[in-house]
């Protein structure tokens, strides 16, 4: 078998997690990560699938499920034993700032002589101060790096000059940091592939089943994202994802996006392979009338049968439902609404609609076959007081009502945690918004995260909300919330009880560690260390079980059978050295 040219390790949020006491909180409920945050980004699997098409070799570990899954595994001698011709280590969110610099310094531990090579939003971001850590050599910047990447690794073999390759930023000799043209933004994304047979594929090659899944529960719960677009039409000032961000930050002044038939295209294969739910990431209504009706229509034709999940900027009408309904066998619905309160989401960036709206479109989902509509909201957001976080309950009671206690209606609420987004208005211009921002570098964040509880960790402040505040209507708010869903019968009463059990637990777990700060220094290290298994076990599934996230997987003997096929082929290619190359365009090399 050939080298391995790239290896792409995601690190945990904070390295090593499996020693340090921190009570991270909810900051993860939302998402299908621990608070490790051991998902890696959907980016490793584009940019894997182009260098390999191109006649690279490369190898996605996930460092951060292989710590949680096994809790005696050795990563620095895993790294040891690794001898790719570089690293590359996603900075992507910030709460990675931890362990992703941790986990370049290993590297560089053990191959001096190796290239490390970060890249990410938050890389991008930060770029010059993160090339400037001896452990840095190359930051490749951007929302796009499929094709800087793959030129950076040939140039790496010698094949090309760095100097040529746009949108890096990396360390001279000398030590001084050069950044060549940010100009490598391209206006769609139909030259990339979100091939999830890729990762099936090497977890074949690499005989690594653990090393490659995007995160921990994975294989229980295969869930699989398809994207749509890079960039954002909206302005949410807190977001790090934004129209402003992408335009002031990382060079995209409008929206890119992916034709709908490859993204047809992407979801049939995925349905090949995976039994588990598709989410349909970013809101395809962002690209007009004639898209939405292409794409809906191509996953008619292809007879889609996993479940699909779509998540909406502003509620459709009605006679959308209506035509997603015709169309699909199992559709669901995502709208993250943030606040119940119209002038706090205003003031969020989200003034084009109404809570009214919403109402009406969720009415109008639950009758045209919706199979679970999600509704989100967020602590922590701009001119939101405590008082208004604690109006949500309330308010969820009246919609409930008003849509018979309709089970497939689920409501969440989560705090806008740890950290503020790098990029938004509000990191920009925290005054403006209400906010203090209490970090400016990397290295400051990188700090923050190694704090003792997540109250201590964000790295803001906002004029209508203390931290403390913010804490505690966080579980409050996720009290009452889980209360009110016991009750209706949303989530199963004994479901309910454990989460009420744990919010309480985890508020008397964070007011133990204030006062454990607020005690003399000498044996705080102590401490913390006794409290150590139960701040774990209440920063995991806080304000609502993580289960109640999950849509519905269905296996057939469709899958196995794909995936055996898979398996052959894949075998005999590595077997024969039987790969398709495509030679790139600038490094014209057909090499394998
Ligand atoms: C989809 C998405 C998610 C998905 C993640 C899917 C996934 N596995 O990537 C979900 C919903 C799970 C999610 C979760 C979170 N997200 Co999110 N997410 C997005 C979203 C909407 C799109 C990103 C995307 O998919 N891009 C396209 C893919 C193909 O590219 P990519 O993964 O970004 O990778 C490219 C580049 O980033 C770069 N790159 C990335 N890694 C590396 C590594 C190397 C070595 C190199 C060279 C390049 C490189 O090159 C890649 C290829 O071009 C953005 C908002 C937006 N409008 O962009 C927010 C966004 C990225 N998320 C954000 C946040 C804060 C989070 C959470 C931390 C929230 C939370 N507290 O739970 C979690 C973290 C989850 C985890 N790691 O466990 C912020 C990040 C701000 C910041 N700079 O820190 C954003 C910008 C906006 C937001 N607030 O939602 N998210
Ligand atoms: S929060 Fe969502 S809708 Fe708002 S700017 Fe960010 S990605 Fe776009």
């Known amino acids: 078998m050939s080298r391995v040219d790239l290896v792409l390790l995601h690190a945990p949020s904070v390295y090593d997690f499996r020693e340090h006491s921190i009570m991270f909180g909810p900051v993860s409920d939302m998402v ?12 490793f699997t584009t940019m894997a699938e182009y260098m390999e098409r191109h006649g690279l070799r490369v190898r996605i570990v996930n460092l951060a499920v292989l710590m949680l899954n096994r809790p005696g595994f050795d990563v620095e001698a895993a790294i040891r034993d690794m001898n790719p011709v570089a690293f590359g280590i ?26 490390v090579i970060f890249g990410g939003l938050s890389a991008s971001h930060y770029h010059e101060e993160l090339a400037s850590y001896e452990c840095v050599d190359y930051v490749v910047r951007g ?19 760095i100097d040529d390759i746009p949108n890096l930023t990396y360390k001279t ?69 934004s129209a402003y961000a992408f335009r002031e930050h ?11 038939q490859l993204l047809v295209r992407d979801i049939e294969h995925i349905q090949k392979y995976i039994p588990g739910p598709i989410f349909v990431l970013n809101d395809f209504l962002q690209a007009g009338r004639d898209y939405v009706g292409e794409f809906i229509r191509g996953l008619s034709k292809i007879n889609l049968r996993n479940p699909i999940g779509f998540e909406f900027f502003k509620p459709p009408a009605e006679e959308f439902y209506e035509f997603l309904n015709e169309h699909l066998n199992d559709y669901s ?19 084009h609609y109404t809570m009214d709206q919403v109402e009406t479109s969720i009415e109008a989902a639950l009758k045209h076959g919706c199979s679970r509509f999600d509704l989100y909201f967020m ?8 008082a208004s976080v604690l109006e949500t309950a ?5 919609l409930y009502d008003r849509v018979g206690n309709d089970k497939r209606l689920l409501a969440f609420s989560s705090p806008m945690a740890p950290f503020l987004d790098p990029g938004s208005r509000v990191y920009d211009d925290p005054s403006k918004y209400g906010y203090t921002r209490l970090a400016d570098t990397l290295e400051e964040h990188r700090q923050l995260l190694v704090q003792p509880s997540w109250k201590y960790i964000m790295n803001y402040e906002s004029d209508a909300m203390t931290r403390s505040e913010l804490v505690d209507a966080t579980y409050e708010v996720g009290l009452q919330i889980n209360r009110l869903k016991g009750r209706i019968g949303v989530v199963e009463p004994e479901a309910a009880a454990q989460t009420e059990a744990r919010i309480g637990q985890a508020r008397e777990a964070m007011a133990h560690i204030d006062a454990i700060v607020a005690g003399p220094q000498e044996d705080r290290a102590k401490q913390f260390a006794a409290l150590k298994a139960d701040m774990d076990r209440l920063s995991e599934s806080t304000v609502c079980q993580k289960s109640e996230l999950n849509w519905p997987a269905y296996a057939s003997y469709r899958h196995v059978w794909h995936v055996l096929v898979l398996w052959v082929t894949e075998n005999l290619a590595n077997l024969f050295n039987l790969r398709r190359v495509t030679p790139h365009p600038v490094c014209e090399t057909t090499e394998v």
């Open 143 to 161: 929302d796009s790096t499929e094709d800087p990447i793959t030129r950076l690794m040939f140039a790496l073999k010698g094949k090309g000059r």
């Open 394 to 398: 309330g308010y969820l009671e009246g």
């Open 90 to 115: 996603d900075l992507h969110w910030l709460p990675h700032a931890h362990g992703s610099i941790e986990i370049a310094k290993i590297c560089k531990k053990y191959h001096p002589d190796k290239p």
């Open 333 to 351: 619905v995502e709208i993250s609404v943030e606040s119940h309160d119209d002038d706090v989401r205003a003031a969020f960036g989200k003034k």
């Open 250 to 260: 990382y060079g995209r002044d409008r929206i890119a996006f992916r034709d709908p």
């Open 379 to 386: 602590t922590g957001i701009p001119t939101q007081s405590a």
């Open 173 to 241: 000799r000398d030590g001084s940091i050069v950044s060549t043209p940010f100009s490598w933004i391209p206006k769609d994304m139909n030259d990339i592939s979100l091939d999830y047979s890729f990762s099936m594929r090497s977890v074949i090659r690499d005989r690594d089943m653990m090393g490659s899944v995007p995160f921990r529960d994975w294989l229980q719960y295969p869930v699989c994202a398809s994207l749509t677009s890079r960039g954002c039409t909206h302005d949410c000032v807190t977001c790090g994802g």
């Open 32 to 43: 299908p990560s621990t608070p490790a945050f051991e998902m890696y980004p959907l980016g």
